[in-house]
């Protein structure tokens, strides 16, 4: 069964740092792309960030550019995502996911349950 597992999640104050990791038991783990994507409360879910099958390419939204990284580590089948100088709109619940690299959820094929993230002023 297939499982990944969010965690990293927090409140943390704008400007702010926090490091999210989601561990999956996707075998081989190398087989899949991984996306991350955030659900603010009445919006819907969007895409954030992803990273390809050996993590030589990534692709990152407009809004967290420049602020957010991506990276996998293959030997512990986890995938990061680094967030600095975190913004009062980055507050949302952060799943991430696997399947073909992409922006679109629905070119994802497993999810995980998601870990929260609340930035305060």
């Known amino acids: 069964q297939v499982q990944l597992v969010e965690s990293g999640g927090g409140l943390v104050q704008a400007g702010g740092s926090l490091r999210l990791s989601c561990a999956a038991s996707?075998?081989?783990?190398?087989?899949?792309?991984m996306g991350w994507f955030r659900q603010a409360p009445g919006k819907a879910r969007e895409f954030v960030a992803s990273i390809n099958w050996n993590g030589a390419i990534t692709y990152y939204a407009d809004s967290v550019k420049g602020r957010f990284t991506i990276s996998r580590d293959t030997a512990k089948r986890t995938v990061y995502l680094q967030m600095n100088s975190l913004e009062l709109e980055d507050t949302g619940v952060y799943y991430c996911?696997?399947?073909?690299?992409?922006?679109?959820?629905?070119?994802?094929?497993?999810w995980g349950q998601g870990t929260q993230v609340t930035v305060s002023s």
């Open positions: 996911a696997a399947g073909a690299y992409s922006a679109r959820p629905n070119d994802y094929t497993y």
């Open positions: 996707i075998r081989p783990f190398s087989n899949y792309a």
